[in-house]
């Protein structure tokens, strides 16, 4: 009803008018309408139907004067609707929770570890008591004969010329010998063997310390060995001719360390044998007191001492070089040494 109302409004028109016109007419329309209907109330003004007189119900007709126009009224511009752009939306880190785990119950506790393996030390064979100390030993002193030096040896052994041709110097000789074997000490050993060949009677062409016509031995060189040694010196008498070899065989047969040779003069045949001579004696020395074939040396050292005279065959110098152990293994002692030493 209202719409028809203001449909049959003058001046109406239907047009599509934005929200706010519209509302601004309707409301002029009404206060246009109310004011006439309030105008018509009070002035008794209007055309009013017999039947209204007599009381009878009719349908009342009202008739309206046309209004006056009503001022047109301006559109208000439309205000430009600003778009607001909505604001970036800022997506948020998901976070999953872990769903609540139901009661679970607790674990078991671990076992307890295995005791350690315990490997048993091996076996140690106990060690022996300590050794008592051994005193510093004194240097040791070198073997010393008729002028020539040795290192020192355990085993000893003089080989000594005691032929005819010995006779004026044997007691020179003599004391020689008596003065090295004095200086040795208790752990050592020698022997003496006095070479010369005798052309009657028979038996070896040497004597030897102490062996009782026995094959000679090493004998210590005790105090009391020493005074025996002293007593038998004295019995030894120059004789015969001169021949070493056979002692010089039976030196090496002992086993000695060292071994000194005193001759004066080797035996000869004559002058043109000396060499074959030598040959022969040397080769034997070899067979006896052979070199080691790794070091070249020989297990026993022998010394030789020339005695007053140069041998011409060279004999003594020969062995002292070849079986010596450096340039002083051969000395020839002359009678100035003897006068002006002794």
């Given amino acids: 009803m209202r719409l028809a109302f203001i449909q049959a409004l003058p001046g109406y028109l239907p047009r599509r008018m934005p929200r706010a016109d519209i509302l601004i007419s309707l409301g002029a329309s009404l206060a246009v309408h109310t004011a006439a209907l309030a105008w018509l109330g009070l002035s008794g003004r209007g055309p009013i139907s017999a039947e209204a007189s007599t009381g009878r119900s009719s349908e009342t007709v009202l008739t309206?004067?046309?209004?006056?126009?009503?001022?047109?009224?301006?559109?208000?511009?439309?205000?430009?609707?600003?778009?607001?752009?909505?604001?970036?939306?800022?997506?948020?880190?998901?976070?999953?929770?872990?769903?609540?785990?139901?009661?679970?119950?607790?674990?078991?506790?671990?076992?307890?570890?295995?005791p350690p393996k315990i490997t048993p030390a091996p076996w140690a064979k106990p060690s022996p008591p300590p050794s008592p100390p051994v005193e510093a030993a004194t240097p040791a002193k070198n073997t010393v004969f008729a002028g020539v030096q040795a290192r020192r040896a355990h085993r000893v052994v003089y080989v000594v010329d005691a032929s005819g041709p010995m006779a004026s110097s044997l007691a020179f000789v003599k004391g020689e010998l008596a003065r090295s074997i004095g200086a040795l000490e208790a752990d050592q050993s020698f022997q003496v063997l006095f070479f010369r060949e005798v052309a009657s009677g028979g038996g070896t062409s040497y004597v030897a310390f102490d062996s009782g016509g026995s094959s000679?031995?090493?004998?210590?060189?005790?105090?009391?060995?020493?005074?025996?040694?002293?007593?038998?010196?004295?019995?030894?008498?120059?004789?015969?001719?001169?021949?070493?070899?056979?002692?010089?065989?039976?030196?090496?047969?002992?086993?000695?360390?060292?071994?000194?040779?005193?001759?004066?003069?080797?035996?000869?045949?004559?002058?043109?044998?000396?060499?074959?001579?030598?040959?022969?004696?040397?080769?034997?020395?070899?067979?006896?007191?052979?070199?080691?074939?790794?070091?070249?040396?020989?297990?026993?050292?022998?010394?030789?001492?020339?005695?007053?005279?140069?041998?011409?065959?060279?004999?003594?110098?020969?062995?002292?070089q070849t079986h010596g152990d450096g340039p002083d293994s051969y000395k020839l002692l002359t009678i100035g040494e003897l006068s002006g030493g002794r």
């Fill in 216 to 320: 000679p031995q090493l004998i210590p060189a005790t105090a009391d060995v020493k005074r025996r040694f002293q007593a038998w010196l004295g019995t030894i008498r120059p004789a015969g001719r001169s021949n070493p070899e056979p002692a010089l065989e039976e030196s090496l047969r002992l086993g000695p360390d060292l071994v000194f040779v005193l001759s004066r003069r080797i035996k000869r045949t004559n002058l043109a044998d000396a060499a074959g001579e030598t040959r022969q004696i040397l080769a034997s020395l070899d067979r006896l007191n052979p070199p080691d074939r790794l070091t070249g040396h020989r297990l026993v050292v022998i010394k030789t001492i020339q005695f007053l005279d140069d041998d011409p065959s060279g004999l003594l110098q020969a062995i002292g």
């Fill in 64 to 114: 309206f004067n046309e209004p006056a126009p009503a001022p047109a009224i301006e559109e208000a511009p439309a205000e430009t609707v600003k778009e607001e752009v909505p604001p970036p939306v800022v997506e948020e880190e998901l976070t999953i929770e872990p769903a609540p785990v139901a009661d679970r119950p607790p674990p078991l506790p671990a076992p307890p570890p295995p």
